[in-house]
Nanobody, 120 residues
Framework: EVQLVESGGGLVQAGGSLRLSCAAS????????IGWFRQAPGKEREGVSC????????NYVDSVKGRFTISSDNAKNTVYLQMNSLKPEDTAVYYC?????????????WGQGTQVTVSS
């Protein structure tokens, strides 16, 4: 059974940091890309960042470049999203998802999400 479990969300003041984790199981981790997405109330889901587990290539949405860093620990089948200099507009439910490529239109597997709230 494929499972993606996010953790690390919480409440933080603007300018603070959080590190999200996405623990994956039930599939060959090295063959997949893992993406982080977020959805704020009343807004569409947005792709935040993605990493290819096979070659480590990464990408970021412009609004988080220079503040967020995605990384992968293939030995632990876990992907991290280090979020620094958080802003109130980063408030959202953050999801991790898996598919063969970061360019996939709709990722195959999804976690349950973790809430990130940034206070001003």
């Amino acid at each position: 059974e494929v499972q993606l479990v996010e953790s690390g969300g919480g409440l933080v003041q603007a300018g603070g940091s959080l590190r999200l984790s996405c623990a994956a199981s039930g599939f060959t981790f090295d063959d997949y890309a893992i993406g982080w997405f977020r959805q704020a109330p009343g807004k569409e889901r947005e792709g935040v960042s993605c990493i290819s587990s096979s070659d480590g290539n990464t990408n970021y949405v412009d609004s988080v470049k220079g503040r967020f860093t995605i990384s992968s620990d293939n030995a632990k089948n876990t992907v991290y999203l280090q979020m620094n200099s958080l802003k109130p507009e980063d408030t959202a439910v953050y999801y991790c998802a898996a598919d063969y490529y970061c360019s996939a239109g709709e990722f195959d597997y999804w976690g349950q999400g973790t809430q990130v709230t940034v206070s001003s």
